[in-house]
């Protein structure tokens, strides 16, 4: 036990009686990133179903390299939003990067 903190009915307190997140079980970086790499399964699977499979590698990667890059934008912007927050639930956290990770889609797919 760490001194000025107790335990009580499975929560965790300071001396202020303020209660502490546990350890671990807040809403962490990966969380956010599995949030938006649910978005990115979906869009993948939506450009094959509308577009075809890549006509070369070089096409196959950029699609990858864009997904990825939108995937890991909107995941930074969805964990700096509910990174202080008590954990939400996985649904929420998905919703929540859904308009991030489309908006960085739609600017990673501008021709230029």
């Known amino acids: ?17 303020r209660a502490v997140p546990a350890a671990g079980g807040g809403n962490g970086f990966g969380r956010s990133v599995l949030a938006a790499a649910c978005w990115a399964a979906v869009s993948l699977i939506l ?5 075809g499979a890549p006509p ?19 995941a930074l912007v969805t964990w ?5 927050r008590a954990r939400w639930a996985f649904w929420k ?7 991030f990770f489309l908006v960085l889609r739609v600017l990673g797919s501008v021709p230029g």
């Open 56 to 74: 070369s590698a070089e096409a196959a990667g950029r699609v990858t390299g864009s997904l990825l890059v939108a995937t890991l934008l909107a």
């Open 47 to 51: 450009t094959f179903a509308v577009a």
């Open 80 to 84: 700096l939003i509910v990174r202080r």
């Open 1 to 17: 036990m760490i001194i000025g903190m107790s335990t009580s009915g499975g929560k965790t307190e300071d001396m202020s009686g």
């Open 93 to 99: 956290l998905a919703l929540l990067a859904l308009p």
